[in-house]
């Protein structure tokens, strides 16, 4: 998923190019300049995942395919693993993309939080990867700004789809985001609530999070990733199914109501909870879908944010209210995988997964075999059909790229984003 002011177009839940793919409406009428990646002029390893130039999102794109496939048991090809496992720094940071991984990442590489959270949540899922982990989450530890936020790029100031993504990467690797502190002693979950829109807005905003704390506006794809990371989840979430009715609820800013403070356990739930109430108000807005809008561009459908939207609602336990959202995804969602790429199915697929709906007929698309198709083909273990899933189960984004990568941008996670997605 990554929007304009500061919707995907200003945010980068991922890339460039991711960006610029969440942004391509099911209607395929985006202008040239925000239309799905053209395929790179060089021919590209035997083990990525898409036909894109992968410059700026080889590793978000990879990460995700990686992790939806794991999510439905398909067991990926060795060549796609290795692939992303060969993309890391010595440091620990992964960046969008290395051509030459022979050659040592330098004090010019652009090392990305997004994109090295994104590869520790597939590569924690995958397992037998700990040392790159490991490795992985100590960068991420020691880029970690004061307000116990991330941003994209280290030195930038810290925004909620980057932090929210650290966040996932960190509850993946085994680590309680709780327990992560900043040089001046505040956590991720502080860093993040930092982002919240509380009683001081309008109706319509309250309960949404921002982008940054610069030209605080409510933003459904900050809103989305924030109502995931405020509840410690990352890209995978339980699959609440679609009777799980738990309420969503705006924050209460009657006369003598107070916000809660703080980010003990029951702030960061009011937190996710006015997230979700907003981002379905959005939703129910427009025809159960989010919007995005790019200079010079009429607003379009967001399939990207809206994927995103349906993952944080299922977190929440909002089957329910997902249910709707779902349905349009269901009839929208293909059509713009098909153009925007591998990332966008592993998308579609976790949207699929937090709903207990069968992405192996997801509107009528094996969304798993469309998937597949984009890269190597996975191991035959894997081959084995997988049981529709129940969604009864307990268990189980966002990023961005300097503002001279997507337009008018700035940095941003949402080459979603929340999320983001290359072809």
Same mark, same amino acid.
Request: aromatic share 4%; glycine share 12%; charged share 20%.
């Given at each position: 998923m990554a929007p304009l002011a500061p919707s995907r177009a200003a945010l980068v839940r991922r890339a460039a190019v991711v960006c610029a793919a969440a942004l391509v409406p099911f209607a395929a009428t985006a202008p040239a300049a925000f239309a799905a990646p053209t395929p790179s002029p060089k021919k590209l390893p035997a083990g990525l995942y898409g036909s894109g130039d992968p410059q700026y999102d080889g590793v978000w794109r990879q990460s995700l395919a990686l992790l939806a496939q794991h999510t439905v048991q398909v067991k990926p090809a060795a060549a796609a693993v290795d692939w992303l496992t060969g993309q890391q720094c010595a440091d620990g940071a992964f960046t969008a993309y290395r051509?030459? %991984?022979?050659? $040592?990442?330098?004090?010019?590489?652009? !090392?990305?939080?997004?994109? %090295?959270?994104?590869?520790?949540?597939?590569?924690?899922?995958?397992?037998?990867?700990? !040392?790159?982990?490991?490795?992985?989450?100590?960068?991420?530890?020691?880029?970690?700004?004061?307000?116990?936020?991330?941003?994209?790029m280290p030195g930038s100031p810290s925004d909620a789809n980057s932090t929210a993504v650290v966040i996932g990467a960190l509850a993946a690797a085994g680590e309680d985001p709780a327990t992560v502190e900043s040089p001046k002693g505040h956590t991720p979950y502080e860093g993040l609530l930092t982002f919240r829109l509380g009683c001081a807005v309008k109706p319509a905003e309250r309960g949404a999070? @921002?982008?940054?704390?610069?030209?605080?506006?409510?933003?459904?794809?900050?809103? &989305?990733?924030?109502?995931?990371?405020?509840?410690?989840?990352?890209?995978?979430?339980?699959?609440?199914?679609?009777?799980?009715?738990?309420?969503?609820?705006?924050?209460?800013?009657?006369?003598?109501?107070?916000?809660? @403070?703080?980010?003990? $356990?029951?702030?960061? !739930?009011?937190?996710?909870?006015?997230?979700? $109430?907003?981002?379905?108000?959005?939703?129910?807005?427009?025809?159960?879908?989010?919007?995005?809008?790019?200079?010079?561009?009429?607003?379009?459908?967001?399939?990207?944010?809206?994927?995103?939207?349906?993952?944080?609602?299922?977190?929440?336990?909002?089957?329910?209210?997902?249910?709707?959202?779902?349905?349009?995804?269901?009839?929208?969602?293909? &059509?713009?995988?098909?153009?925007?790429?591998?990332?966008?199915?592993?998308?579609?697929?976790?949207?699929?997964?937090? @709903?207990?709906?069968?992405? !192996?007929?997801?509107?009528? %698309?094996?969304?798993?075999?469309?998937?597949?198709?984009?890269?190597?083909?996975?191991?035959?273990?894997?081959?084995?059909?997988?049981?529709?899933?129940?969604?009864t189960g307990s268990i189980s984004a966002w990023w961005l790229v300097p503002v001279g990568l997507a337009a008018g941008a700035g940095i941003g996670f949402l080459l979603s984003g929340r999320r983001k997605r290359g072809q």
């Open positions: 051509a030459d %991984t022979a050659k $040592a990442c330098g004090a010019s590489t652009m !090392r990305d939080t997004n994109q %090295t959270g994104a590869a520790v949540q597939a590569l924690a899922a995958l397992g037998g990867h700990g !040392r790159a982990v490991d490795k992985a989450v100590h960068w991420l530890t020691s880029v970690q700004n004061d307000d116990g936020g991330w941003p994209s999070f @921002t982008f940054q704390l610069k030209g605080a506006a409510a933003n459904a794809d900050a809103s &989305a990733a924030a109502a995931t990371g405020a509840l410690g989840k990352g890209f995978v979430v339980p699959a609440a199914g679609k009777d799980a009715d738990a309420p969503v609820a705006a924050p209460d800013c009657g006369d003598g109501k107070k916000e809660p @403070t703080g980010a003990d $356990a029951a702030a960061l !739930r009011s937190a996710a909870s006015g997230a979700s $109430a907003y981002l379905v108000k959005e939703m129910d807005a427009h025809g159960q879908h989010l919007m995005s809008a790019m200079p010079g561009a009429k607003p379009q459908p967001d399939v990207g944010n809206t994927a995103d939207a349906v993952v944080a609602l299922a977190a929440g336990g909002h089957g329910a209210a997902a249910a709707k959202p779902l349905a349009w995804l269901e009839k929208n969602g293909p &059509a713009w995988a098909k153009q925007a790429g591998p990332a966008a199915y592993a998308q579609l697929v976790l949207a699929a997964h937090a @709903t207990g709906t069968d992405p !192996r007929d997801f509107g009528g %698309t094996d969304l798993v075999a469309a998937l597949n198709a984009t890269g190597p083909k996975p191991s035959d273990a894997a081959k084995k059909a997988v049981p529709k899933e129940k969604g």
